[in-house]
């Protein structure tokens, strides 16, 4: 059963996998990003990051991850290396880890895409290899956002899951330039809490019947049986990917640009495929 907590009473959460990047690396990342951004940030993967090398870079109160301890915002807090790092209701918790290879990043990109939904943010910087994309998969399942460094798989071994993860994200961008993304998500989710779906889907009914008319003219796959809800949130997604915030003018977007209508259909099955 899902554990999403309502976006009026939530945050962004941001998961930032990573294994190499240095405090310089974080630096950059979080050059742009205000003090009282309203986000959580959980680092995962690092063997090396301290507090105190975070703490030389970032204004932010940083803290290393505790059993039962509660994510807050505006808060940066750092996964121990020797346990795996999971979220229920707005809490950390710890286990020992079951699995060999370890898979940290997955375990934790996992529960917090179970317990936050679209306020679950995967930010991949570098150094993914085995682990991370099957939580990444998890993320965008449940309506989360995917960033991913721009060159932060060249040195992934796993040709196949390095182009799933590229496929799968939303934002493949330097470190530098992903705070400013960040903070134009974080107002959309804003935006999109101030509506209910019920609202939305019975204003665009008809809209929604055309976006489904052009889904099936490209492919011959029919969607009319499968939850609006559902549909809605990917196209919102998609719009927000888009820079598009007129659901009229994503529609006439999708009847020039074919590409479009693959990566929205691709989108609408995430959740068929790992959620069936």
């Known amino acids: 059963m899902q554990n999403h907590m309502s ?47 975070l703490q030389e870079y ?4 940083v803290l290393v991850v505790k059993d039962d301890m509660k994510m807050m915002p505006n808060h940066v807090f750092i996964c121990p290396k020797d346990k795996d790092t999971g979220v229920v209701r707005g809490d950390f918790y710890l286990r020992e880890p079951l699995s060999n290879p370890r898979k940290p990043l997955d375990y934790f990109f996992s529960t917090l895409a179970y317990d936050q939904g679209e306020n679950a943010i995967c930010i991949i910087l570098s150094g993914i290899s085995h682990d991370g994309a099957l939580g990444l998969k998890e993320i965008k399942a449940q309506f989360g956002m995917v960033m991913v460094q721009d060159e932060g798989l060249a040195g992934c071994a796993d040709s196949a899951g390095k182009a799933s993860v590229l496929e799968l994200a939303d934002f493949i961008l330097p470190i530098e330039k992903m705070s400013d993304q960040l903070l134009v998500h974080s107002k959309w989710l804003q935006r999109r809490a101030s509506r209910s779906m019920n609202e939305k889907l019975s204003k665009n009914s008809e809209i929604l019947k055309r976006v489904l008319f052009i889904i099936q003219m490209h492919n011959s796959h ?46 609408i099955l995430i959740n068929v495929t790992f959620f069936p």
């Open 7 to 53: 976006l009026n009473d939530s945050f962004p959460v941001v998961g930032i996998g990573v294994s190499d990047v240095g405090g310089k690396g974080f630096k950059a990342f979080f050059k742009n990003m205000p003090d009282d951004c309203g986000m959580a940030f959980v680092i995962v993967g690092s063997d090396e990051m301290t507090v105190q090398i």
């Open 58 to 61: 970032i204004s932010m109160p």
């Open 222 to 267: 029919d969607f009319s049986l499968y939850k609006k809800g559902t549909i809605y949130r990917r196209i919102e997604s998609r719009m927000r990917v888009c820079h598009i915030q007129d659901i009229e003018e994503y529609v006439r977007y999708l009847q020039r640009n074919a590409a479009e209508v693959e990566t929205l259909f691709k989108a």
